[in-house]
C-alpha cells in the first residue's frame, strides 16, 4: 500500500514511517510536513501544489493518505484528495466547524474515514459508553470525563475526549452543557453538566476515562494507551478499510461493522 503521510515529522508521523520500514505491505509514496529540511528516504514536499505535480509524473499513484498534522493543512489536503481521488483517514484533532463542514462536502466526492482516535480499543470503549449512558443517565447518574496526556500535547481537550463527549450527547434526548474544568464556588453540579477535565505532564500517551456516579456507586471506563505503535497500528487498519470505500465520511464504528 503506498501512503501520502501528512505531518510525516511529527510524533505520529515519525512512528508510522518506522514501522512502513519494517517488513511489511506498505511503503511512504510521499511526506508532506512544514519542516524546510529532511533526511527521509522518500520525497517530501511542503505543499500539495508540488506534491500534485510529483504524483502527475509519476507511474505509480497513491492508494491512501493518512493525516496527523494540523488543522491548517486540512483545506489544502482536501482539495487534493478529492482532485487525484485518493481516499483520506483523517487523524487530526482540533479543527472547526467550518472545517468540519469542508470535510463533509469532500467525502461526497471520496472516501473519508474522520476519527480522533485510531484505537481500535477506543473504538469498543464508544460502543461500551453508549450503553452506560442510555441505561445510566435517565436513572440520574452525573457523567465526568478525564483526560491525560503528555506536556506537548497542544490541544485540550484532546480530540478523542470530544468524541467521548459526542457520544455521550447522543445517547440523551435533552442539550448537555460542556463544563471545561471547574473552578472558584458555584451552588452545585447540574444535572445537564458533562465535566471535561484535561491533564498535562511527562510522557502520558493517552488516557481518557469516562465517570458515572450517582449517590451509592461510581462506575469507571478508561482506556489507557501504552505506546503510539497502537495508533499506528489502527491508521493501517483504517487506510485498509477505506482504500475499499465508496466516497462518503466514515468513522470508527463503520470499520468496527466492516460497512
Do not use: W
Not at 509524473?57 to 487525484?84: E, G, R, W
Not at 490541544?155 to 435533552?174: C, F, H, N, V, Y
Amino acid at each position: 500500500m503506498q501512503i501520502i503521510l501528512v505531518g510525516s515529522s511529527g510524533a505520529m508521523g515519525q512512528s508510522i514511517v518506522r514501522f512502513c520500514e519494517q517488513d511489511n505491505p506498505y511503503e511512504i509514496y510521499a511526506g508532506v510536513q512544514s519542516e524546510q529540511e529532511t533526511d527521509e528516504l522518500y520525497p517530501v514536499f511542503h505543499q500539495f501544489e508540488h506534491l500534485a505535480e510529483y504524483v502527475i509524473n509519476q507511474h505509480a499513484k497513491p492508494d491512501v493518505i493518512i493525516d496527523f498534522s494540523s488543522p491548517y493543512l486540512t483545506q489544502d489536503l482536501l482539495a487534493f484528495a478529492t482532485t487525484y481521488q485518493v481516499p483520506v483517514v483523517l487523524a487530526t484533532t482540533g479543527q472547526d466547524e467550518s472545517q468540519v463542514e469542508q470535510i463533509r462536502q469532500a467525502s461526497h466526492h471520496v472516501a473519508m474515514l474522520d476519527t480522533h482516535n485510531t484505537s481500535i480499543g477506543v473504538a469498543v470503549m464508544q460502543q461500551t459508553l453508549a450503553t452506560l449512558t442510555r441505561t445510566l443517565y435517565p436513572l440520574g447518574y452525573d457523567i465526568e470525563i478525564i483526560e491525560k496526556h503528555h506536556r506537548y500535547k497542544k490541544d485540550s481537550p484532546s480530540g478523542t475526549a470530544i468524541m467521548l463527549k459526542q457520544t455521550i450527547e447522543s445517547m440523551i434526548d435533552e442539550t448537555m452543557t460542556p463544563i471545561y474544568g471547574r473552578e472558584g464556588l458555584s451552588p452545585g453540579r447540574k444535572r445537564e453538566e458533562i465535566g471535561i477535565h484535561a491533564i498535562r505532564g511527562g510522557d502520558i500517551v493517552g488516557e481518557h476515562t469516562v465517570i458515572f456516579a450517582n449517590n451509592q456507586e461510581t462506575i469507571e471506563i478508561t482506556h489507557r494507551a501504552g505506546s503510539k505503535e497502537l495508533f499506528v497500528r489502527g491508521a493501517l487498519q483504517c487506510a485498509e478499510f477505506i482504500v475499499q470505500q465508496s466516497a462518503g465520511l466514515y468513522n470508527m464504528a463503520d470499520l468496527m461493522k466492516g460497512k
